[in-house]
């Protein structure tokens, strides 16, 4: 079975500052991989994909993610962190071949600030 | 957009009630879910949908059932609710043939039991 581990239930950075989000994950084969974040008072919304190709993944709001196959990792990354981005951040993986649902890590609050 | 419509933000029920959480999509998409987010644990998978009048178990199905008699909306039904059902439940729905990514979250609904 699938799972993902956000290691950090918090992380502060100043405003400014590189940020990184970090996730590892566990599947069955090659995994598609994804960021969602969850700003206050709404519902989660989709950052970023990993499928196949370029180990890079550029997302939205100038987020990045790396994935990295032999550490199983899929940090998400951004170069100048922005109050704005202060939010909650899912990591969440599926295997590449089938049709099961998304499984979730158990999320990273984000703090970023002035 | 595509927009995924939960009936309440909030809900009050007691111990012992039977309690209806709806979930409308207007996007014509196959796929939906109903997840609970609990600090510190995440997103966990309740129910899912891949067609009308079908359902499947996700990791927490114990105490829900569903109902999906039509394609644009998916309930999940607490048959006798209890206290610890009181949780942020989130709705959510995709297309398939890309392997679920992308999904679109509802604003949810935060729940309590008393």
């Known amino acids: 079975a699938q799972s993902v581990a956000q290691p950090e239930d918090q992380v502060n950075v100043a405003e400014g500052n590189p940020l990184t989000v970090k996730c590892t994950y566990s599947v069955s084969g090659n995994p598609y991989l994804f960021w969602y974040v969850q700003y206050p008072n709404r519902g989660l919304q989709f950052l970023l994909k990993y499928i196949t190709g370029d180990n890079l993944v550029k997302g939205s709001y100038g987020f990045e993610a790396e994935f990295n196959k032999s550490q199983t990792s899929f940090h998400l990354k951004k170069p100048s962190a922005l109050v704005s981005d202060s939010a909650l951040y899912f990591c969440?993986?599926?295997?590449?071949?089938?049709?099961?649902?998304?499984?979730f890590g158990k999320g990273t609050r984000l703090s970023v600030i002035a | 957009d595509v927009k995924v419509t939960q009936s309440s933000r909030y809900l009050v029920k007691r111990t012992g009630e039977k309690v209806f959480l709806e979930c409308v999509q207007d996007m014509d998409h196959e796929n939906m879910f109903w997840y609970r987010q609990d600090p510190g644990l995440g997103l966990r998978l309740i129910y899912f949908s891949y067609d009308v009048k079908m359902k499947e178990k996700g990791d927490i199905p114990e105490g829900y059932s569903v109902s999906r008699e039509k394609k644009e909306r998916f309930s999940l039904i607490l048959e006798s609710a209890s206290t610890n059902q009181t949780s942020m439940y989130l709705c959510?729905?995709?297309?398939?043939?890309?392997?679920?990514?992308?999904?679109?979250f509802g604003s949810g609904t935060q729940l309590s039991v008393l």
């Open positions: 969440a993986v599926r295997p590449y071949s089938g049709n099961t649902p998304l499984v």
């Open positions: 959510a729905s995709t297309r398939p043939g890309q392997g679920n990514e992308k999904l679109f």
